[in-house]
């Protein structure tokens, strides 16, 4: 019956979706779990280039093997890593980074930001996990690190502070409200220095000056860039940008790891923006001044090891600083998590006035439903103390916005249950004449008032919720660690527990694909409940599959986070409780026998 296929048909194309989430997010995770195999050796002879370069700037330091930056890939031994960290951090002189949220050094030589570490996130959910490290200098296994300087422009013999530099400065720690002032002559009669201060969160303000004691003008072109060695271990889901990332000229610009090694460079024209390089949680950002125009680019080449080196940079025009007289460019640096509330205080224009700061989480194309989301859930959080809570409440709010039509959609349903006896006459007697059939089906449809496909509401209104949620779960890192109750310390995460091993009672621990846990088997629970609820296919076959779809169901949502299978179960046991008290106003003498 073509009502039965369209709702089939509907329900197939779902799990469709579903399915393709499974195979596009699941799998890979699977793979990313594995352990990465890291080498030790040190290739010679090739460092980023300043921007514009097109060859290795000479005297930079060797390019050192790196490993994946994102939690859970497996390093080296953490004795072998401390121990080439600490031996490496010993060959500059250093100034210490310390405030609440960020925790490092600046290397007075080359005055690089290599050495950085968020002092409020973890890599697990265990207290002695280490803190996430997000620069590094070289000479360990994850080299990542921020510079800034002048370019003197094709053929300039202007000597320069580079990467082998020894900047002076008369204070040894960078905190906030403390900033340090560096300085360098080049003896040429030029000074340069170099002023760093850093923000109660993530960003430095980097303003450079030079004051030329000569007697003829000197241009300079300012610029800042950001390296990184390998290619990080990244989520190869198409909801989830990682890699280059950057606002150019009020739009945002994104392309992955794979485009950049294809295309070699990626040029960017803009006045005003940012540009940088993206992890799932975690943002590495350069911002020059928002009304000055700059040339960005996003290159890639190998080390003589063969191995990945990324840069992201921009270059502004020349800058000429006359003689006796000085120049002075401000620059900015984010390295940190992507809260939101922070992204949106720096894209104030009472602030900073970083155009589209907030894209760096990627909330996708439907930004405007995904990030709203966001900040109900986000205040229901806090005024409940609890994200789980506020799932649940923004559950029931969702419900109360779509009462009308779903009440609509349960009384179409309830319908359908009392033609049932007359839809099966109707079947039998014309089985051999299909359009028969149909004209009777329609004509009985027409007499009793009833649009068949009207149940189908229900399920297609909550789809762009449940969609954005999904979204909200995966990319924001509120959502990161936060505890539910119970079992579920990570909404973020899949409920971690598993009916193949009577949840935690026989001591085994089964593969992901068997981690089906105590949430989604709820969640298919009610699943069962509801379809019983609803009018039942006639046919034999139809009737079979609609009873496996909450067995299916429940295995495809077993991966999802937690928080995606609670909202969907709560939202199952509202409509259950909905549709019927609805049937029992509607004649159905008995819905719970049904």
Known sequence: MSDQRNLLLAIVLSLAILLGFQFVY??????????????????????????????????????????????GVTPRPAATIDQARA??????????????????S??????????????????????????????????????YYADFGW???????????????????????????????????????????????????????????????????????????????????VSVFWILHEGAIGVFNGTLFETGYDDVRDDGRIEKASTGGWIGITDKYWLTALVPDRNAPFSGSFN???????????????????????????????????????????LDAYMDENGLGIANFDKAVDFGWFYFI????????????????????????????????????????????SAMKKLQPEITRIRDRYKEDRQRMNREMMDLYKRAKTNPAAGCLPIVVQIPVFFALY??????????????????????????????????????????????????????????LQQRLNPQPADPVQAKIFMLLPVVFTVVLAPFPAGLVIYWTWNNLLSITQQWVIMKREGIANPAAT
């Open 300 to 342: 890639h080449r190998l080390t003589d090891a063969g191995r990945d080196l990324y840069q992201a940079d921009y270059i502004r025009g020349g800058e000429v600083v006359p003689a006796g007289g000085a120049v002075e460019v401000v620059n900015r640096l984010f390295v940190g998590a992507k809260e939101v509330k922070i």
């Open 471 to 528: 979204k909200v779960l995966f990319v924001t890192i509120e959502m990161r660690h936060a505890p539910a109750f119970g079992w579920i310390q990570d909404l973020s995460a899949r409920d971690p527990t598993s009916i193949f091993n009577l949840f935690g009672l026989v001591p085994w621990d089964p593969p992901s694909f068997l981690l089906i846990g105590i949430w989604p088997l709820i969640m298919g629970a009610s699943m069962y």
């Open 87 to 104: 031996t490496a951090l010993g060959e500059s002189p250093r100034i210490a980074i310390s405030t609440q949220r960020l925790s490092g």
């Open 151 to 233: 370019s003197g422009g094709p053929g300039s013999e202007i000597k320069r502070p580079g990467p082998d530099t020894l900047w002076r400065s008369g204070s040894s720690v960078l905190g906030i409200e403390q900033p340090v002032t560096l300085t360098w002559d080049n003896g040429q009669g030029l000074k340069f220095i170099r002023r760093v201060a850093l923000d109660e969160n993530y960003m430095f303000t980097v303003t450079q000056r030079v004051e030329n004691r000569g007697t003829t003008p000197v241009t300079l072109h300012p610029y800042g860039l950001l390296s990184r060695t390998d290619t990080p271990s």
């Open 370 to 413: 995904t990030k709203p989301l966001f900040y109900v859930l986000r205040y229901f959080s806090d005024l409940l103390g609890n994200f789980a809570l506020a799932i649940l409440l923004l559950t029931v709010i969702v419900k109360l916005i779509f009462f009308p039509l779903a009440n609509k959609s349960y009384r179409a349903m």
């Open 106 to 143: 600046l290397a007075l030589r080359g005055a690089r930001f290599d050495d950085l570490t968020l002092a409020t996130y973890r890599e697990t959910l265990e207290k002695d996990s280490p803190n996430i490290v997000l620069l590094s200098p070289g000479g360990t296994a994850s080299r």
């Open 26 to 71: 699941e799998l890979p995770g699977l793979k990313d779990e594995q352990p990465h195999p890291q080498t030790t050796e040190q290739p010679q002879g090739q460092a980023p280039a300043p921007p514009g370069a097109t060859a290795p700037a000479p005297g930079q330091p060797p390019v050192t093997a790196a490993a994946p930056m994102v939690p």
